[in-house]
C-alpha cells in the first residue's frame, strides 16, 4: 500500500485550507453560503499549505475528505494544485470499501483504520473536526479552527513544529 513506511499527512478540506461551512449544489458545486456572510474563498490556505510543505517533499499527503466520496481521489486532489497534487498518494476512502459504512464513522476513526492499513513511519492529522479521535492519536493530530483553518496563529505555529518533527523522524 502507498504511504508504508513513509511520513503521511492526512487533510481534510473543510476547515482546514477554507471556512468549513460549505454547501453543495449539484448545478453549483460546492459554495460558502450568503447567510450568515462567509468571508472567504475555496482553498484560500492551500499557498499556504504548499509553504509549510515545501521544505519536506518526503511527506506524502493521504486525502481525509468528505470530497472523496463525491469526487474521487485524483480530481478532489486536482484542487490543490500541481504542487500538492504531486505529494498525494490516496485517500483514507477507496472503491473497495462500503460508502455506507465509511460514511458513518467518525472522522478520527476513518483515519486510525487508514493509519492501521498504511503502516506509515510516522503521521499527522489535520481536521476541524475532534469527533472520533481516540487518545493514541494525541501528538499526531491537530484540530484547526473551523473557520480559519490552518491560517489560525496557534494552529499554523503548531503544524510548523509538528511538521518538523515528523521530517525528523524521517531522517533517523
Known amino acids: 500500500m502507498k504511504g508504508t513506511g513513509k511520513l503521511v499527512l492526512y487533510l481534510d478540506f473543510d476547515g482546514v485550507l477554507h471556512h468549513e461551512n460549505v454547501w453543495f449544489h449539484p448545478n453549483l458545486g ?3 453560503p450568503s447567510h450568515p456572510p462567509v468571508q472567504s474563498k475555496l482553498f484560500e490556505h492551500v499557498p499556504l499549505l504548499e509553504q509549510l510543505l515545501e521544505p519536506y517533499p518526503e511527506i506524502c499527503i493521504v486525502l481525509s475528505t468528505s470530497w472523496v466520496l463525491r469526487y474521487g481521489c485524483a480530481k478532489t486532489a486536482k484542487n490543490l494544485g500541481p504542487r500538492l497534487r504531486q505529494q498525494v498518494i490516496g485517500a483514507t476512502f477507496h472503491s473497495r470499501m462500503s460508502r455506507q459504512s465509511f460514511e458513518y464513522l467518525y472522522r478520527g476513526v476513518q483515519v486510525m483504520d487508514d493509519v492501521r492499513r498504511r503502516k506509515p513511519l510516522d503521521w499527522l492529522a489535520l481536521d476541524d473536526t475532534n469527533e472520533g479521535w481516540p487518545v493514541s492519536a494525541d501528538g499526531h ?5 473551523s473557520q480559519l483553518g490552518i491560517a489560525e496563529p496557534q494552529v499554523l505555529e503548531a503544524t510548523k513544529a509538528r511538521l518538523a518533527l515528523l521530517s525528523m523522524k524521517g531522517k533517523k
Request: proline fraction near 0%; hydrophobic fraction near 25%.
Open 30 to 32: 460546492e459554495y460558502f
Open 141 to 145: 493530530y491537530i484540530q484547526t479552527h
